[in-house]
């Protein structure tokens, strides 16, 4: 099993430490897990978003997260878990310079992209959903999906994480959303990104894997490469839902997944996992 999404303490809206999460990976059978933690946010849009220091952690703590990741790979050798250097970029346009800096600073196996903010709007926190009402759904759903696609493109990313984001709080549009996905689809496969099942929307209002399943059928017919991950914020969430992903993946085609180290992908057949 792989779990490629975790968060620690670090990111101030999730709970444990590193070592817990080992220790939980190796009592759930996960055999690789990447540690995910958000990359600090940029000035500007820390700035910008309010309660932006909930969001990830503070930028001085970015060494001590380094250091507690290979703490806890030393720990996994001796638990049979393979642990990995990840980080999680909110790939905006206010925070692209500052992340491409702090990419080439440390030797990350995987890095996931991601959009969490439109403009100063943390969409996907519980606090702010009544900024929903200033917003056709329909035009929402359109500027995520460019703004997703924008990131993807932006080349500083593997991984597109949680990719239907914008769904977690059920505000769907009520046409047909063929369209959109397949010209998203499209857009990640030239841009040569993978794309995350991530499992953490069964645990929330949506009941849904990101992505849904027409959502993953069209990256599948559009030949995107997916990975795996939990999205844990605590110990006991480390490989939450992975049944659920393989089932997922399966019905949409799909017969591997990838993992990456040192930011190259490695393909491992779902029958092994």
């Known amino acids: 099993m792989i779990d490629l999404h975790v968060h620690t303490w670090r990111c101030r809206h999730a709970e444990g430490t ?9 009592k759930r059978g996960v055999q690789v897990l990447a540690f995910t933690e958000h990359l600090p946010l940029s000035a500007e849009l820390a700035a910008r978003v309010p309660g932006a220091e909930g969001y990830a952690m503070p930028l001085e703590e970015l060494p001590d997260y380094v250091e507690d990741v290979r703490r806890a790979a030393a720990l ?3 638990l049979g878990v393979d642990v990995l250097l990840g980080i999680e970029v909110d790939a ?10 702090l990419l080439g600073a440390y030797p990350f196996d995987i890095v996931l992209g991601a959009v969490h903010f439109i403009d100063d709007w943390a969409f996907d926190d519980p606090e702010h ?3 929903y009402t200033e917003w056709s759904i329909d035009d929402l759903w359109e500027r995520y999906f460019s703004d997703l ?5 932006t080349g500083l990313v593997d991984v597109v994480a949680h990719i239907d984001l914008v769904k977690k709080f059920c505000f769907r549009p009520h046409g047909s959303l063929e369209a959109l996905y397949s010209r998203t689809a499209r857009a990640l496969a030239q841009a040569q990104v993978a794309v995350e099942v991530n499992t953490a929307g069964l645990r929330k209002p949506c009941r849904e894997i990101y ?3 027409p959502l993953l059928a069209a990256l599948r017919h559009a030949g995107v490469a997916v990975t795996i991950g939990s999205d844990a914020h605590c110990p006991e969430e480390v490989g939450a839902g992975m049944p659920e992903a393989l089932a997922t993946l399966r019905e949409a085609g799909y017969r591997s997944a990838l993992v990456f180290r040192n930011r190259q992908p ?7 996992l």
């Open 18 to 26: 590193a070592e817990e999460y080992v220790k939980s990976a190796a």
């Open 92 to 101: 905006v346009p206010a925070g692209l310079t500052d992340a491409a800096s």
């Open 211 to 213: 992505p849904s399943q």
């Open 129 to 131: 959903t009544e900024r």
């Open 76 to 78: 996994g050798m001796e």
């Open 266 to 272: 490695q393909e491992v057949g779902l029958d092994d």
């Open 149 to 153: 696609t924008t990131a993807a493109r």
